[in-house]
């Protein structure tokens, strides 16, 4: 069975760091690209940051940047989001997807994890 499994989120507070981890099983991530999208109460879903199968060059959200971190080791079939600064509005549901197609058009995306709740409060 294909699937990505998230772990990582909860509760921090304001200025607060995470560390988001996407594992895939049943599949190598090694020829995909993979990404982060999250979705608040109320809101669209939001495309955070992606990473290219073939090389290491990086797109961020002008929301994240300069305070979030996307990274994947293919040895381990695993990529990451790292979350520093963090706000309250960060607060929502964090999902990873991965593609065959590089870009943050969640249409694009073919495997979904199961999300994982970020909360930034006091």
């Known amino acids: 069975q294909k699937q990505l499994v998230e772990s990582g989120g909860g509760l921090v507070q304001p200025g607060g760091s995470l560390r988001l981890s996407c594992a895939a099983s049943?599949?190598?991530?090694?020829?995909?690209?993979v990404a982060w999208f999250r979705q608040a109460p109320g809101k669209a879903r939001e495309g955070l940051s992606c990473i290219g199968s073939t090389d290491n060059h990086a797109y961020y959200a002008d929301s994240v940047k300069g305070r979030f971190t996307i990274s994947r080791d293919n040895a381990k079939n695993t990529f990451y989001l790292q979350i520093n600064s963090l706000k309250p509005e960060d607060t929502a549901v964090y999902y990873c997807?991965?593609?065959?197609?590089?870009?943050?058009?969640?249409?694009?995306?073919?495997?979904w994890g199961q999300g994982t709740q970020v909360t930034v409060s006091l």
């Open positions: 997807a991965a593609s065959r197609t590089a870009g943050t058009n969640a249409n694009n995306y073919d495997y």
């Open positions: 049943g599949f190598s991530l090694e020829h995909y690209a």
